[in-house]
Protein backbone atom coordinates (compact mmCIF):
# COMPACT_ATOMS: atom_id res chain seq x y z
CA UNK A 1 0.00 0.00 0.00
CA UNK A 2 1.53 3.27 -1.30
CA UNK A 3 0.06 6.71 0.52
CA UNK A 4 1.55 9.92 0.73
CA UNK A 5 1.18 11.61 4.64
CA UNK A 6 1.43 15.24 5.08
CA UNK A 7 3.82 16.33 8.11
CA UNK A 8 2.91 19.07 10.72
CA UNK A 9 3.87 22.64 10.03
CA UNK A 10 6.30 21.81 12.80
CA UNK A 11 8.60 20.43 13.89
CA UNK A 12 9.09 18.93 10.73
CA UNK A 13 9.11 22.50 8.31
CA UNK A 14 5.63 21.61 6.59
CA UNK A 15 5.26 19.31 3.10
CA UNK A 16 4.81 15.82 3.27
CA UNK A 17 6.42 12.51 2.75
CA UNK A 18 5.93 9.44 0.94
CA UNK A 19 5.23 6.42 2.76
CA UNK A 20 5.16 2.95 1.66
CA UNK A 21 3.46 0.44 4.09
CA UNK A 22 4.81 -2.92 3.95
CA UNK A 23 4.36 -3.47 7.20
CA UNK A 24 2.51 -6.58 7.58
CA UNK A 25 5.45 -9.17 5.39
CA UNK A 26 8.98 -9.97 5.16
CA UNK A 27 11.47 -12.07 3.57
CA UNK A 28 15.05 -11.70 2.49
CA UNK A 29 13.83 -11.93 -1.45
CA UNK A 30 10.69 -9.05 -0.53
CA UNK A 31 13.32 -6.53 1.36
CA UNK A 32 15.73 -6.76 -1.17
CA UNK A 33 13.08 -6.76 -3.55
CA UNK A 34 11.30 -3.72 -1.97
CA UNK A 35 14.92 -1.89 -1.40
CA UNK A 36 15.18 -1.92 -5.23
CA UNK A 37 11.75 -0.06 -5.40
CA UNK A 38 12.64 2.58 -2.98
CA UNK A 39 15.85 2.75 -4.97
CA UNK A 40 13.77 4.18 -8.16
CA UNK A 41 11.55 6.30 -6.38
CA UNK A 42 12.56 9.66 -6.53
CA UNK A 43 12.56 11.38 -2.90
CA UNK A 44 11.40 15.09 -3.01
CA UNK A 45 13.38 18.31 -2.41
CA UNK A 46 15.57 17.72 0.50
CA UNK A 47 14.27 14.39 0.71
CA UNK A 48 15.79 11.14 1.50
CA UNK A 49 14.99 7.35 0.97
CA UNK A 50 14.79 5.88 4.45
CA UNK A 51 13.83 1.92 4.92
CA UNK A 52 12.35 1.03 8.49
CA UNK A 53 12.32 -2.34 9.00
CA UNK A 54 11.71 -4.44 11.85
CA UNK A 55 12.87 -8.77 12.09
CA UNK A 56 12.09 -11.52 9.63
CA UNK A 57 10.84 -14.49 11.25
CA UNK A 58 11.02 -17.77 10.72
CA UNK A 59 14.09 -17.92 8.74
CA UNK A 60 15.82 -20.64 10.91
CA UNK A 61 19.68 -20.74 11.85
CA UNK A 62 20.75 -18.52 8.85
CA UNK A 63 18.46 -15.79 10.47
CA UNK A 64 21.31 -13.31 11.32
CA UNK A 65 23.62 -13.83 8.21
CA UNK A 66 19.63 -13.50 6.05
CA UNK A 67 19.36 -10.15 8.20
CA UNK A 68 23.01 -8.70 7.86
CA UNK A 69 23.16 -9.65 3.77
CA UNK A 70 20.13 -6.55 3.37
CA UNK A 71 22.93 -4.03 3.76
CA UNK A 72 24.25 -4.50 -0.12
CA UNK A 73 20.57 -4.08 -1.55
CA UNK A 74 19.73 -1.61 0.58
CA UNK A 75 23.16 0.71 0.19
CA UNK A 76 23.08 -0.27 -3.72
CA UNK A 77 19.41 1.56 -3.85
CA UNK A 78 21.13 4.52 -2.01
CA UNK A 79 18.97 4.90 1.28
CA UNK A 80 19.99 7.25 2.98
CA UNK A 81 18.85 5.61 6.60
CA UNK A 82 18.40 2.72 7.80
CA UNK A 83 16.11 2.23 10.96
CA UNK A 84 16.02 -1.35 12.39
CA UNK A 85 14.33 -3.08 15.37
CA UNK A 86 14.50 -6.85 17.19
CA UNK A 87 17.50 -8.56 17.74
CA UNK A 88 17.95 -10.04 14.42
CA UNK A 89 18.15 -6.93 12.78
CA UNK A 90 20.91 -5.78 14.70
CA UNK A 91 22.82 -7.95 12.49
CA UNK A 92 21.87 -5.48 9.67
CA UNK A 93 22.44 -2.15 11.37
CA UNK A 94 26.11 -3.57 12.38
CA UNK A 95 27.15 -4.29 8.64
CA UNK A 96 25.20 -0.50 7.38
CA UNK A 97 28.49 1.76 6.74
CA UNK A 98 28.03 4.40 10.11
CA UNK A 99 26.70 6.67 7.49
CA UNK A 100 23.54 4.93 6.64
CA UNK A 101 22.76 3.63 10.37
CA UNK A 102 19.47 5.45 11.72
CA UNK A 103 18.79 3.84 14.54
CA UNK A 104 18.15 0.48 16.24
CA UNK A 105 15.75 -0.39 18.87
CA UNK A 106 14.41 -3.31 20.58
CA UNK A 107 11.07 -2.95 19.59
CA UNK A 108 8.66 -0.93 17.14
CA UNK A 109 7.09 0.74 19.81
CA UNK A 110 10.66 1.90 20.70
CA UNK A 111 11.64 2.88 17.12
CA UNK A 112 8.57 4.59 16.17
CA UNK A 113 8.93 7.86 18.23
CA UNK A 114 12.91 7.59 16.90
CA UNK A 115 11.67 7.64 12.94
CA UNK A 116 8.87 10.26 13.66
CA UNK A 117 11.70 12.78 15.35
CA UNK A 118 13.72 12.22 12.37
CA UNK A 119 11.95 12.14 8.80
CA UNK A 120 10.87 15.39 7.04
CA UNK A 121 9.45 16.79 4.03
CA UNK A 122 10.15 14.94 1.16
CA UNK A 123 11.63 11.91 2.35
CA UNK A 124 9.93 8.76 1.04
CA UNK A 125 9.50 5.88 3.52
CA UNK A 126 9.42 2.44 3.48
CA UNK A 127 8.34 0.50 6.60
CA UNK A 128 8.88 -3.26 6.28
CA UNK A 129 9.00 -6.34 8.30
CA UNK A 130 7.13 -9.60 9.52
CA UNK A 131 3.72 -9.64 11.03
CA UNK A 132 4.74 -10.67 14.54
CA UNK A 133 8.14 -7.47 14.07
CA UNK A 134 4.54 -5.02 14.95
CA UNK A 135 5.50 -2.86 12.10
CA UNK A 136 2.69 -1.39 11.95
CA UNK A 137 2.97 0.79 14.88
CA UNK A 138 5.60 2.78 13.21
CA UNK A 139 3.30 3.40 10.18
CA UNK A 140 0.75 4.67 12.53
CA UNK A 141 3.39 6.87 14.50
CA UNK A 142 4.15 8.54 10.96
CA UNK A 143 0.41 8.97 10.18
CA UNK A 144 -0.10 10.60 13.48
CA UNK A 145 2.54 13.34 12.23
CA UNK A 146 -0.07 14.60 10.60
CA UNK A 147 -2.79 14.75 13.86
CA UNK A 148 -2.37 18.29 15.07
CA UNK A 149 -2.24 18.42 18.76
CA UNK A 150 -5.41 19.21 20.87
CA UNK A 151 -5.96 22.42 21.70
CA UNK A 152 -4.79 23.57 25.17
CA UNK A 153 -7.17 23.44 27.96
CA UNK A 154 -8.66 26.94 28.84
CA UNK A 155 -7.12 27.81 31.87
CA UNK A 156 -9.00 27.60 35.23
CA UNK A 157 -9.08 31.48 37.15
CA UNK A 158 -8.94 30.58 40.78
CA UNK A 159 -11.32 33.21 43.09
Not at 46 to 70: C, K, Q, W, Y
Not at 115 to 135: T, Y
Amino acid sequence: MRQTVPLPTTPHGGGSLTLIDESYNASPVSVAASASVLGQAQPGPGGRRIAVLGDMLELGTDAPALHAGLAEPLVSADVRLVFTCGPLMRHLFNRLPADRRGAHADSSAELAPLVGAAVRAGDIVMVKGSAGSRMALVVDALKALDTPPPPPSPAVSGS
